[in-house]
């Protein structure tokens, strides 16, 4: 019964081919510009797995790149070599218009993944860095999770940021220090009270005392606090800059707020 149905109008009029990049061409109007440091980063971590086709619509017997113009540089950039042949998925005889329309909307139905999707892929791939930070969440009684739940941390690419801005162990400190003063409430980890815990530790070190901030930052309620760091500064900023100033109250040595923004480049 199969055999009567016509698949075509579900199936792309495509046939591939290996292409040599010189031969490629990527100067639509259409186009986004180039950018150099995305294809910098992408070709300093290349994997030859991550490569997709790259699709080109042949007009005129001139294969013009409608999807992969990144693609194509980056594999230029690794090889040292635009004689470097690319797979490409050629789509023939399309008009101009149509290109531009399949541009400008390939990605528009399309499901980008959740920071929570692309870690829990990295940790069954077996990747170090998310097999560490989950194993940090754990030892806290914590766990990685998709939503603000109690007993989980969702700010997932703020932890990674933290980790490879300032290392381990300084996401580690700024974990505890937020535990500690608010006993694993789920909103003690968003981005902001996150990236500004850490920011404390990375700029005073060990002149932050542990004990006194769990003391004296535990007195004070998320909400106040919040409100407290939306008056001072826009985002982490905010954070930090409210935290200290309730860590300075009644403190014979007070941090001076001057070196948040003086301490050493990480």
């Not at 971590?45 to 005129?60: E, G, T």
């Not at 608010?182 to 990236?195: Q, T």
């Not at 954070?239 to 040595?253: P, V």
């Amino acid at each position: 019964m199969n055999s009567e149905i016509d698949f075509t109008p579900y199936v792309p009029q495509v046939h591939y081919e290996l292409i040599p990049i010189k031969n490629l061409v990527s100067n639509q109007d259409y186009q986004r510009n180039l950018s150099l440091k995305h294809v910098q980063n992408a070709a300093a971590n290349f994997d030859l797995c991550q490569i997709n086709p790259v699709k080109v619509s042949r007009r005129d017997g001139i294969n013009y790149v409608f999807n992969g113009q990144h693609t194509i540089e980056i594999i230029a950039l690794v090889s040292g070599s635009r004689e470097t042949p690319v797979w490409c998925m050629i789509y023939d005889d399309l008009k101009y218009s149509r290109e531009a329309d399949i541009f400008a909307n390939q990605m528009k139905y399309a499901k980008a993944l959740s920071p929570y999707e692309i870690f829990m892929a990295n940790i069954e791939a077996g990747n170090d860095k998310q097999l560490l930070i989950q194993s940090l969440v754990e030892s806290y009684g914590l766990m990685i999770s998709s939503r603000t739940t109690p007993g989980g941390i969702c700010a997932i690419a703020t932890m990674e940021s933290i980790h490879d801005k300032y290392g381990f162990h300084i996401l580690d400190r700024t974990l505890r220090l937020l535990i500690g003063a608010w006993e694993g409430s789920p909103k003690s980890f968003s981005a902001n009270m996150l990236n500004g815990t850490a920011r404390l530790v990375f700029c005073y070190e060990e002149a932050l005392k542990d004990d006194v901030f769990k003391e004296k930052l535990g007195t004070i309620s998320l909400k106040e606090l919040s409100r407290t760091a939306r008056e001072r500064s826009a985002g982490s900023r905010g954070y930090a800059e409210a935290m200290l100033q309730i860590y300075n109250k009644k403190i014979q040595h007070p941090l001076p707020i001057s070196k948040l923004y003086s301490a050493k480049k990480h």
